[in-house]
């Protein structure tokens, strides 16, 4: 296990829980190997916000939201490359090449795990991801 996360959850609404993400990368940069619980339903959005001052994220850093069971990334590579200075929010869909249709991101709930890369030594940033109960 590597860097930090305190983390949380909330409901939003009567239908939504966001789950947010404080973290702190070690020496390497890195956080990784601390997994999380989430509901199953479908991803409505992401939100990614640097530290500020002294520990602000190198530029271009990475976040990753892998489930434990299959080790994909449910944020759809939304969470490549962000800003060190501005925040973003993202909505997260998937993409059925055969069909040419887009859909929202589903997740089964049980462990994922947020992996951050390319952050700098012992920075800091949050992340938070909104969660619909069922299928959108």
């Known amino acids: ?6 983390f949380s959850s909330s409901t939003v609404g009567s239908l939504v829980i966001r789950y947010t ?3 702190t990368s070690d020496a390497a940069g890195v956080v990784s190997g601390i997994s999380h619980d989430l509901i199953h339903g479908a991803v409505v959005a992401a939100t990614f916000s640097p ?3 002294g520990v602000q994220p190198t530029n ?3 976040v990753a939201l892998r489930c434990d069971q299959h080790s994909v ?3 759809n590579e939304e969470g490549l490359d962000k800003s060190s200075t501005a925040g973003s929010h993202h909505s997260i869909y998937s993409y059925n090449a055969a069909k040419g249709i887009f859909f929202r991101q589903f997740v089964h709930g049980g462990g994922y795990t947020l ?3 390319n952050a700098g030594a012992s920075k800091q940033g949050t992340m938070e991801i909104y969660v ?4 959108l």
Request: charged residues 10%.
């Open 1 to 6: 296990m590597a860097g930090s996360i305190v």
């Open 21 to 23: 993400y404080v973290w």
């Open 51 to 53: 530290g500020a001052g």
């Open 60 to 62: 271009l850093y990475d």
């Open 73 to 75: 990334d449910v944020l």
């Open 115 to 117: 992996g951050v890369t």
């Open 132 to 135: 619909s109960h069922g299928v």
